[in-house]
């Protein structure tokens, strides 16, 4: 089962942050951007909080189905109940017994981290591990699945920065940021996940997105053209949907 996936072409590569239940959203990007020259990775987070859940994530589902080397659906914690129980949850909640299971099934098998040239991309926090190669054997539930799917990123000096009990979350400061770039040979990371947080971070080289009404923020995507030099997150293409 590949946790990594590594895009060696493409045209354009655009990273859609967290939808969670926002089905125009979905809809938007993949009417504007499923193109066969370009890939389309969805950082994690298709359920809960918006008003369409389970229709947002059936349609993803739909997509990746018939356009399998174009659509990436990378895990967030919120694809992540089975493992580790949340709230809101009102997805899950929701489902019945059988649909339960089915949909448990489905999503554990999402991959966790995209890696396009010098671009990382995952839904919370880069995973302690000693290499890329690495992110394959990471274990649901694993300490490492937990900085991928439920870390938060703070501005400031250090590397473990505690854990935050009021968000159920791990915190991991700009050393550790640093750190793990270097070691993974890598100049900007684009993730979700925490939408209280300033868009650029860490010299620019971190980027936030969001693409959900669920939240205050503006719907956005980000956008990578293969052909340009990336040095910063700033070099990507960031736009309103």
């Given amino acids: 089962m590949e946790r990594l996936i590594e895009i060696k072409k493409a045209k354009k590569v655009i990273f859609v942050g967290d939808t969670h239940g ?3 959203a979905s809809k938007i990007v993949i009417e504007n951007f499923l193109k066969p020259e370009n890939k389309i990775v969805f950082l994690g987070d298709y359920v809960d909080r ?3 859940s389970k229709e947002n994530l059936d349609f993803l589902l739909k997509m990746r189905e018939k356009y ?6 990378l895990q967030g914690n919120h694809e992540g109940y089975h493992i580790l129980k949340f709230s809101p949850a009102d997805f899950w909640e929701s489902l019945t017994e059988k649909e339960y299971k089915k949909y448990c099934q489905i999503v554990k098998n999402f991959p966790l981290v995209v890696i ?3 671009i990382i991309a ?3 926090a880069l995973p302690d591990v000693k290499s890329l190669k690495e992110i394959n054997e990471i274990k649901l539930g694993s300490k490492e699945w937990i900085q991928v799917c439920w870390g938060d990123f703070v501005e400031k000096n250090g590397k473990d ?3 935050d009990f009021f968000a159920g979350r791990p915190q991991f400061g700009r050393d550790y940021f640093f750190e793990l770039m270097e ?4 100049k900007v990371l684009v993730r979700s996940h925490q939408p209280y947080v300033p868009k650029f971070m860490f010299n620019d080289r971190c980027l936030t997105i969001f693409t959900s009404c669920a939240y205050k923020r503006e719907r956005e995507i980000a956008i990578l053209d293969f052909e340009k ?7 990507l293409k960031i736009i309103r949907i």
Wanted: net charge positive; proline share 6%; charged share 30%.
């Fill in 68 to 73: 399998p080397k174009n659509i990436i659906l």
């Fill in 161 to 163: 920065m505690g854990f």
């Fill in 50 to 52: 918006g008003p369409f």
């Fill in 183 to 186: 070691r993974f040979k890598k």
């Fill in 22 to 24: 926002d089905l125009e």
């Fill in 116 to 118: 396009a040239k010098k």
């Fill in 229 to 235: 030099n990336v040095q910063t997150a700033k070099d």
């Fill in 122 to 124: 995952l839904h919370a």
